[in-house]
């Protein structure tokens, strides 16, 4: 069985070194750079199935490399690695479509738990879907709108469109309120009220033809959060 297959970018040698050496004791194949040029020509040019990119990077910073990896492959796997007090650098990492992130000094274990629940949602990674059929009619994501068949269109939120389109990219996964928020909203999720996204995702129903009833597209997962069941994608 194929091993994955995880691209390590970190020009600190001594965690660079533990971090390769417990992905290799947990089972994983690893190519390593230690500095951003080379990784990004790695990030670029080789196969892998998660990237670990440290964000304080020689030559080319971790946020760059992160920009043009999003660009070419748009749905491979990032987790950022950062320092404490990093926070407005691991917000940008997270808006630019970073999957998760890990701030040092951290343990083998928190470590190895990241990379194994990114890697078990890998095969259900977002695709790059852009429009896609609801009851309302057509949604297009760019323009942030849904065009009924018989022409009327109603618009999205900045906000309602990311969300949709996440839930969207997403389809047949639950998704918890905590990653919402972590993903869409970009925050924090610990202590903080999740009732606004149930109150969004009521008005997301409603602008999409979805049952708030009996929905059929944007379903309510109890105890998790929520999952759309098919985005009929164009």
Not at 28 to 53: F, I, M, N
Not at 83 to 112: I, S
Request: proline fraction near 5%; glycine fraction near 10%.
């Amino acid at each position: 069985m194929r091993r994955p297959h995880i691209l390590v970018i970190e020009d600190d040698a001594g965690i660079r070194q533990g971090v390769v050496d417990a992905l290799q004791i947990g089972g994983y194949a690893t190519s390593e750079a230690s500095d951003g040029r080379s990784g990004l020509e790695l990030a670029l040019t080789s196969e892998w199935d998660l990237l670990l990119l440290d964000l304080l990077l020689p030559e080319i910073d971790g946020l760059e490399i992160l920009r043009e990896v999003r660009s070419g492959r748009p749905t491979s796997p990032v987790i950022i690695l950062t320092a404490r007090g990093e926070e407005n650098d691991r917000v940008r990492g997270l808006r630019l479509g970073a999957d998760d992130y890990v701030v040092k000094p951290f343990g083998v274990k928190e470590l190895l738990a990241r990379v194994e629940a990114v890697i078990r949602r890998s095969p259900e990674r977002p695709s790059d879907i852009t429009t896609f059929r609801v009851p309302a009619g057509m949604v297009n994501l760019p323009r942030r709108e849904i065009q009924s068949d018989d022409g009327r269109r109603c618009e999205l939120s900045q906000l309602e469109t990311e969300l949709l389109a996440y839930l969207a990219r997403n389809a047949g996964r639950a998704i918890s309120r905590d990653e919402i928020l972590t993903r869409v909203w970009q925050l924090e999720p610990r202590g903080i009220e999740t009732r606004t996204i149930d109150m969004h995702i009521a008005r997301l129903r409603e602008k999409i033809g979805d049952d708030g009833g009996k929905p059929r597209l944007i379903l309510t997962v109890r105890g998790k959060g929520y999952m759309f069941a098919d985005h009929g994608a164009a």
